[in-house]
């Protein structure tokens, strides 16, 4: 059974950081990207970024400036340090497992994480 396990979320004031991780497991991961998603109130899920085995990335524009991810292919993690935080960055973030950094079908998702930016 494949299980994603978030860590990491929290409160913390614009300006600030946090890092989030996420430990996979239940199959191996070595032929699929891993990454980040997040799903702000009363707006749809959408990509943070993603990572391949070999380290190619895939963000969104308007983070990749901010934020970081990376992985660790022997431990099945994936790790996304998100400096600047800004109040609109709050939402739950999802680890997620899919086949390609271009793909926009995720095969397997974590259970989220909170993150909220406020002072």
């Known amino acids: 059974q494949v299980q994603l396990v978030e860590s990491g979320g929290g409160l913390v004031q614009p300006g600030g950081s946090l890092r989030l991780s996420c430990a996979a497991s239940g199959r191996s991961f070595s032929s699929y990207a891993m990454g980040w998603y997040r799903q702000a109130p009363g707006k749809q899920r959408e990509l943070v970024a993603v990572?391949?085995?070999?380290?190619?990335?895939n963000y969104a524009s308007s983070m990749k400036d901010r934020f970081t991810i990376s992985r660790d292919n022997a431990k099945n993690t994936v790790d996304l340090q998100m400096n600047s935080l800004k109040p609109e960055d709050t939402a739950v973030y999802y680890c997620a497992v899919q086949r390609l950094i271009i793909d926009t079908i995720v095969d397997y998702w974590g259970q989220g994480t909170q993150v909220t930016v406020s002072s």
């Open positions: 990572i391949s085995r070999g380290g190619n990335t």
